[in-house]
T-cell receptor, first 114, second 118 residues
Framework: RKEVEQDPGPFNVPEGATVAFNCTYS??????FFWYRQDCRKEPKLLMS???SGNEDGRFTAQLNRASQYISLLIRDSKLSDSATYLC???????????????FGTGTLLAVQP | DTAVSQTPKYLVTQMGNDKSIKCEQN?????MYWYKQDSKKFLKIMFS???????INETVPNRFSPKSPDKAHLNLHINSLELGDSAVYFC?????????????????FGPGTRLTVL
């Protein structure tokens, strides 16, 4: 099983739709999880962090299911400007804070259509 | 103010050449990273440094040599460039925090260096 798996998409949705992405991880010791947004030819930008069961920021909700080892990102009322690739990242603990590393999923491409 | 900056933004070079990429962060973070994003957009960690000390080396060929002169800078030197080195290289930084033994590891990325080897 891959360390982090995402559905690559693309997800084509109309404006105003609600869309959800899932990301599964294999390391049960992971404690922190992230969603990044990456626009074409740009760097990944941190969108949301998830440390407990979930996090909400406006139209965006991230949830964590430790039992099933997945995180999800829900986008409500999609805007054209939400079109991007969404990367999930899972923190893999090392033997101290500085040796932790992020493992990224392959990203899910979202295209919001007018 | 740019939090994590990289130079150059684009790098086009011939096979066999040696090139360097520079990264600087002004966030006051202790930890910096190099990632490679290939043509399939897969983002993979290469190295991490904590306060100038190499912490993670993800079995990267030894043609790649990172150097950290201080905790705000992390450079990447690549010898004998190969076609397969063509990719986007991202620098990132983070400040591990949280209770002893844990880290939240929110990472912030530079704009990337698009390397093309001909």
């Amino acid at each position: 099983r891959k360390e982090v798996e995402q559905d690559p998409g693309p997800f084509n949705v109309p404006e105003g739709a609600t869309v959800a992405f899932n990301c599964t991880y294999s390391n049960s010791a992971s404690q922190s999880f992230f969603w990044y947004r990456q626009d074409c030819r740009k760097e990944p930008k941190l969108l949301m962090s998830v440390y407990s069961s979930g996090n909400e920021d406006g139209r965006f909700t991230a949830q964590l299911n430790r039992a099933s080892q997945y995180i999800s990102l829900l986008i409500r009322d999609s805007k054209l400007s939400d079109s991007a690739t969404y990367l999930c990242a899972v923190n893999i603990p090392g033997d101290g804070g500085a040796t932790n590393k992020l493992i990224f999923g392959t990203g899910t491409l979202l295209a919001v259509q007018p | 103010d740019t939090a994590v900056s990289q130079t150059p933004k684009y790098l086009v070079t011939q096979m066999g050449n040696d090139k360097s990429i520079k990264c600087e962060q002004n966030l006051g973070h202790d930890t910096m990273y190099w990632y490679k994003q290939d043509s399939k957009k897969f983002l993979k960690i290469m190295f991490s440094y904590n306060n100038k000390e190499l912490i993670i080396n993800e079995t990267v060929p030894n043609r790649f040599s990172p150097k950290s002169p201080d905790k705000a800078h992390l450079n990447l030197h690549i010898n004998s460039l190969e076609l397969g080195d063509s990719a986007v290289y991202f620098c990132a930084s983070s400040q591990p925090r949280g209770p002893s033994g844990s880290s939240y590891n929110e990472q912030f990325f530079g704009p990337g260096t698009r390397l093309t080897v001909l």
